[in-house]
């Protein structure tokens, strides 16, 4: 039985392939870029960077958040995860993204019941890879069929989707991170959308003071 980071961290490092619907790579696909990392490599790297850089007579600010970071805080796995998991995937047969017929029986014969489904590509987000997957629930309680985007083009380059339950539903969809930029100053993102310290809304004259203090470069942050 995979524990839950091990679990995310084979997903990040799986080979998908190369293929029709995954064309380009002259950066290199996921899967490649992250091949060489270790766990403790992904342990290491910043939970959260923002990018901070000149903008005509201002700034703009970018943050990017870590996904392997992101998913251990917010994910875990119960018995039904680890049994769902523990199932071959021979194909992608199953009505879900990235499920087999034979997990998709499995689903069916433990009650699970779909919400929705979504691919991060298509709203603002500030993850460091795309996920695609299913919400849904098991007794009222929240879970995930979760794919990482291991490729070059969206359109391709799936994982296997994998079933955890969801620790921190609020943290999960929202994509919060947090970045010091003075003493007693500092930019929160809830995806896209920033806040001061004190928690309202910055405008643009408010960004640009705020970025002025640390000025172009990388500031390193963390979740929340």
């Known amino acids: 039985m995979m524990k839950t980071e091990d679990l995310i961290y084979t997903m990040m490092t799986t080979n998908t392939g190369a293929h029709m619907c995954d064309s380009g790579g002259q950066g290199g696909r996921h899967w ?19 990018n901070i850089s000149k903008y005509q007579d201002g700034f703009e600010a970018y943050p990017r958040i870590s996904l392997f970071h992101h998913l251990v805080k917010t994910l875990s796995q119960d018995e039904l995860c680890r049994e769902f998991n523990d199932l071959p995937c021979d194909d992608w047969n199953g009505s879900y993204y990235g499920v087999s017929s034979e997990g998709d029986a499995w689903l069916t014969d433990h009650g699970f019941c779909e919400i929705n489904s979504f691919n991060s590509y298509n709203y603002d987000s500030a993850l460091s890879q795309v996920i695609q997957g299913t919400w ?27 079933l955890f339950k969801i620790d921190d539903d609020f943290s999960f969809s929202s994509e919060r991170c947090s970045f010091m930029l003075g003493e007693k100053e500092s930019l929160d993102f809830y995806g896209i959308d920033m806040t001061n310290y004190e928690g309202n809304y910055v405008d643009g004259e408010e960004l640009n003071r705020l970025c002025a203090l640390k000025g172009e470069g990388e500031v390193i942050g963390s979740i929340f």
């Open 32 to 50: 490649e870029r992250n091949g060489t990392k270790t766990l403790e490599d992904f342990r290491n790297e910043a939970e959260a960077v923002l």
């Open 136 to 162: 849904g629930e098991f007794d009222g309680e929240p879970y995930v069929l979760l794919q990482v985007h291991q490729g070059c083009d969206v359109r391709g380059g799936y994982t296997d989707a994998k």
